[in-house]
Each structure stands twice: as C-alpha cells, then as structure tokens.
C-alpha cells in the first residue's frame, strides 16, 4: 500500500509562489510509479493538475496551470513536487497527491490513480 504525505500548502497573495511535495513509500512491486497532483473545493469536483511518469521523463498539465505550474520529482528522496508560480485567487483548492496509474483512464480523473494522500490546503488571496 502506497502511503502519500503532502506539504508545502499556505495562504499566498495573488501573484505569489508556493510549491507542494509529496513524499511516498510502501511502493508495491511491480507497479508503476506514476504520480499526479488534484485539486479539489467544495464547489466543483476533484480535478487533475499535473502528472508525471515513473522516471519523471514525461508529464501533462491541466490547461488551467500550463505555463505557471511545474510538476517535478526526485527519485532519490521518493517525493514529488508541485512548484506553483503567479498564483491566481482561482488555484484556492485542496490539492491532493495520487500514484500508481490506472490505464485506460484519463490522468486527470481521479479514478485514473490509486492512492491518495490526505491534502494540503493553498489559499490565494487578491
């Protein structure tokens, strides 16, 4: 059973920087190690952010965050990180961290991932 820990959430102003990271362990063997980030409100549903292969060589972005947000990983230290630039009052969401892909499924739905982590709150302020 994979076991995700975010970090790195807060409350920044508009225009400002933050960057997530979620560490992973317990990797099953013989799974892949594809990873992902979500965002979730109370108003719309859970929706994909950005994902990235098992070797970090490829990833994907939601229209939405395409130039301002980078998804990274190092293979080293297991952890994934979600480097967030000229946020906007909009990314305000619980952004959640997802591995394991299941294929077949469009990454950025979140029946597309089989583990989860708990979330980290961002909060972007006008």
């Known amino acids: 059973q994979v076991h995700l820990v975010e970090s790195g959430g807060g409350s920044v102003q508009a225009g400002g920087s933050l960057r997530l990271a979620c560490t992973a362990s317990?990797?099953?063997?013989?799974?892949?190690?594809?990873m992902a980030w979500f965002r979730q409100t109370p108003e719309k549903e859970r929706e994909g952010v950005a994902t990235?292969?098992?070797?970090?060589?490829?990833?994907d972005y939601a229209d939405s965050v395409k130039g301002r947000f980078t998804i990274s990983r190092d293979k080293v230290r297991d952890t994934v990180y979600l480097e967030m630039n000229n946020l906007k009052p909009e990314d305000t969401a619980m952004y959640y961290c997802?591995?394991?892909?299941?294929?077949?499924?469009?990454?950025?739905?979140?029946?597309?991932?089989?583990?989860w982590g708990q979330g980290t709150q961002v909060t972007v302020t006008s």
């Open positions: 317990g990797w099953p063997v013989s799974t892949n190690r594809y």
């Open positions: 990235i292969t098992s070797d970090g060589g490829v990833t």
């Open positions: 997802a591995a394991v892909r299941i294929f077949g499924a469009d990454w950025s739905h979140p029946f597309a991932f089989q583990y």
